[in-house]
């Protein structure tokens, strides 16, 4: 292939596999199609004007933090730090190359998350102080560094034992991560910022028991979470596998909404469990994870200065051109995730055969979690990874009728 075609086959193939993934692996069990909702018939215009202000401060917000990240790594790629590169030791240079990436995009981006911050406190989303915002920021970064710390050094391994093909292996190691922390992840870091207490005995426990064995899951333990020091935000997620599999419930959930309310959200985790949509989300990132990465290596070629041979110099190129090409497949992604948030609604209105309940829940948390209930058609498709409020409610309305 000639090498100026290399560059836009790579990033038209990796895009083209992406979509053709969730073509064949979208689910075709969704439920009924949403019926038109009008927002304003369940939501007041303060509330709806309240949601679209947060909604596009955030973004710009988040638009400004994207944009500050991506100019770092621009000026370290133009400017490779010589003392780390010229480690004798070629891994822990990688590994130590990574990190300062890390560490440098996550406190440059620091001022704009703490402004974000600011404006989800001023509109009620958070609970936490100052000092344990800190903290977790802090912990949030030192884990960061370190796995971007063991992704820089197995990237100047794979360079060396490969050289140009080092996107193979990449590929695969990509996969591994995807599938460490999408198992582990819950169980080992999850307990680094919050406290898990089993729910005592009740009607509840019981309740939520019984709708996983309705549901044909086998759940080991259900567990409160102390989410409420830090946000008023509620949810739940189901975790583990095998027999380890638990329920976790937010503390605030359980506080703020209504038995018949929990269940609904505990039934719509466990129509995740039962289409074994983790398992699927993998077997996707396995298959596009090769064409992905080969983008990258191969815009990282383009990006790399002129000299820079393979190793700890060539980290910073493959760190800006995984942030450009990353986001790219993700829009893509977000296709089938919004698909699969469907499938899972559908499961729970047929586990619980209570729209009306559902329809009050969306209702009432997304005024609660202040989230736009019918945001623009262009910001769905882009950064959507769910139906939007009023597609929920629709499909509940579809499902009553």
Do not use: C
């Amino acid at each position: 292939m000639r090498r100026s075609w290399r560059l836009p086959v790579a990033l038209v193939t990796a895009v083209v596999v992406a979509e053709a993934a969730v073509v064949a692996m979208r689910p075709r069990d969704r439920g009924p199609e949403p019926v038109p909702v009008e927002p304003r018939a369940y939501f007041s215009e303060a509330e709806i004007e309240k949601a679209e202000e947060f909604r596009n401060g955030q973004l710009w917000i988040y638009v400004a933090q994207t944009a500050i990240g991506l100019g770092v790594l621009v000026l370290i790629v133009r400017r490779p730090p010589q003392r780390l590169a010229g480690l004798r030791r070629r891994l822990l240079a990688g590994a130590a190359v990574a990190a300062a990436i890390s560490v440098a995009t996550g406190v440059a981006a620091l001022p704009l998350s703490a402004v974000a911050r600011e404006r989800a406190k001023d509109v009620g989303l958070v609970t936490q102080n100052w000092l344990g915002y800190a903290g977790d920021v802090a912990k949030s970064h030192a884990i960061g560094a370190g796995f971007a710390a063991l992704g820089g050094a197995v990237l100047v391994f794979a360079m060396g034992r490969f050289g140009t093909r080092w996107w193979l292996p990449g590929a695969a190691v990509v996969v591994a991560f995807g599938v460490i922390t999408a198992y582990a992840g819950p169980v080992v870091l999850d307990p680094l910022f919050n406290d898990f207490k089993p729910l005592p005995r009740g009607e509840l426990r019981s309740d939520v028991l019984a709708l996983a064995r309705r549901a044909g899951v086998d759940v080991g333990e259900v567990y409160e979470m102390d989410a409420s020091r830090r946000t008023t935000a509620s949810n739940a997620y189901v975790t583990g596998f095998g027999k380890t599999k638990r329920v976790v419930l937010y503390d605030n959930l359980i506080k703020d909404f209504t038995p018949a309310e929990t269940r609904l959200v505990v039934a719509h985790e466990l129509g995740h469990v039962h289409h074994h949509d983790v398992r699927n989300g993998l077997i996707w990132l396995a298959i596009v994870a090769p064409f992905g990465i080969w983008a990258v290596a191969v815009l990282a070629e383009r990006l790399a200065p002129r000299g820079a041979e393979l190793g700890p110099r060539a980290v910073p190129a493959v760190a800006l051109s995984l942030a450009l090409v990353a986001p790219a497949i993700t829009m893509v992604s977000n296709q089938l995730s919004r698909a699969v948030e469907r499938r899972a609604d559908a499961f729970s209105l047929e586990l619980t055969h209570d729209p009306e309940t559902f329809i009050d829940f969306q209702q009432r948390i997304s005024v609660k979690n202040v989230s736009d209930p019918d945001p623009p058609a262009v910001a769905r498709f882009l950064l959507g990874t769910h139906p939007s409020t009023i597609q929920r409610i629709g499909q509940a309305q579809a499902f009553e009728r």
